[in-house]
């Protein structure tokens, strides 16, 4: 885990903004030892396994890492009470780095997401300014105030906090970063219900 930790600090360092020096202080900060994550979902587990094999001709440098970290993730599904569960279903996540993380910090929020393929993660937004590092598949982001864009693996994409939000995928998962910074509760949390 300490690898990893140090791997996303690292990669991180290369996109410039308060944002991401704070995220990489955290990360450097913590020590990396993890607290018993809940079980991994049996869908997560074996799309993970097909996303870290496919054959990308230029993967990220992170992917290497998270592969192998793989039998330490503590992926989680959605969360009822806040993804409707038709949405939810094709979500997946690891929350790395917060107040419900593996590694405990009560200042950010970060880990990775999992979207299946050909799915819909509708429009959401949250208080907290959010960012994402996509290491694995295309899909379409959409942000308000911004038409619709295809964002390869290596795409850094920031959404501050309040930005309403949605992303696509297509024939392959996405496999993402995913930091919140500033209110980092999910009181305000809000989503559409979707098609």
Known sequence: MKK???ALADSLEEHSGSMTVALCDALRRSQGDTRLPP???PPAGRMLDQTLATGNPDPHPLLAEVARSRETLAW???????IPEAIGARLFFVELLGPDGMVFCDRCRLGLLLQM???HYPEHAHAADELYLVLSG?????????????RPPGSFIHHPGGQRHAMTTQEEALLAVWAWTGDIGFESYSIEAGP
Do not use: K
């Open 76 to 82: 989680y599904g959605a969360r009822p009470e806040r």
């Open 39 to 41: 079980c991994e979902p």
């Open 4 to 6: 990893l930790l140090r």
């Open 117 to 119: 393929p050909e799915s």
């Open 138 to 150: 295309t899909a379409e982001w959409r942000s308000e105030g911004s038409e619709p864009a295809l």
